[in-house]
C-alpha cells in the first residue's frame, strides 16, 4: 500500500492527537488557495486566490484544524519532485503567517497511474477522488467529522469527501468568494 504523504505545520509544538477533537475544513489547493495554472511547483508560479489568507483565518479562528488536501500527480509524471511540492507549501505558508492564518498540515498524493516514475506510477487510495488523504488526516488529528467539510473546485473533490461520509462544497474561484463561502458555511454551522 503506498504511503500517504503529509507536511505538518512545524511551527505548532502540540503533536496533533495531543489536540482537542475538534471539526476540520478540508481544502483543495490548486483552484481553491491558489489559481489553478497546470502543475505549479515553484513558489514564483503561486497566484494565491484574493481572500485565500482571511479565509484560512476565519476557519482558524472559528476552532477549525485547517488541512490541505492536494492531490499532486506532476510527481509520478516527472514534472517534479516532491522536495518541490514541500518548498511551495512552505512559502504558501509563510505568505499565510504574515496574514495571521495558518494551515495546520499539508497533505499530497504524488501518485497517477499513468505516470512516468516508477514509484509514484500506481492506483493508490490517496489520489481524490478516493478518499485516503481524508482517512490519514482522521487518524493524525482529533477530528470531529460530524462538523467537517472540504472545500474543492472539482468533481473528484466532492467525490472523496461523499465517501469520506462529510459535507463537499465546490468553489469557482472565477465566480465565488472563497471568504463569503467560508462565512456562510461557519454561519450555517453555528446555528
Request: aromatic share 8%; glycine share 8%; proline share 6%.
Amino acid at each position: 500500500m503506498p504511503q500517504i504523504h503529509s507536511q505538518p505545520n512545524n511551527d505548532e509544538h502540540a503533536e496533533p492527537l495531543a489536540r482537542p477533537k475538534q471539526p476540520a475544513a478540508f481544502l483543495d489547493r490548486d483552484g481553491v488557495l491558489n489559481f489553478d495554472r497546470g502543475y505549479a511547483h515553484k513558489a514564483e508560479d503561486i497566484e494565491m486566490i484574493p481572500g485565500a489568507a482571511a479565509a484560512v483565518r476565519l476557519l482558524n479562528e472559528a476552532g477549525y484544524y485547517v488541512l490541505v488536501v492536494t492531490n499532486q500527480g506532476g510527481v509520478a509524471r516527472g514534472l517534479y519532485s516532491e522536495a518541490a511540492i514541500k518548498h511551495v507549501h512552505r512559502h504558501m505558508q509563510d505568505i499565510w503567517k504574515a496574514e495571521g492564518a495558518h494551515i495546520d498540515a499539508f497533505y499530497y498524493c504524488p501518485h497517477h497511474p499513468e505516470g512516468s516514475v516508477k514509484e509514484f506510477a500506481i492506483r493508490c487510495r490517496c489520489r481524490k477522488p478516493e478518499p485516503g488523504m481524508l482517512e490519514q488526516a482522521s487518524r493524525d488529528w482529533p477530528i470531529d467529522l460530524g462538523r467537517s467539510f472540504l472545500i474543492g473546485d472539482r468533481d473528484h473533490d466532492l467525490t472523496a469527501a461523499a465517501a469520506f461520509n462529510i459535507r463537499g462544497i465546490k468553489f469557482d474561484a472565477l465566480t465565488g468568494s472563497l471568504v463569503d463561502l467560508v462565512r456562510e458555511e461557519l454561519n450555517t454551522r453555528s446555528t
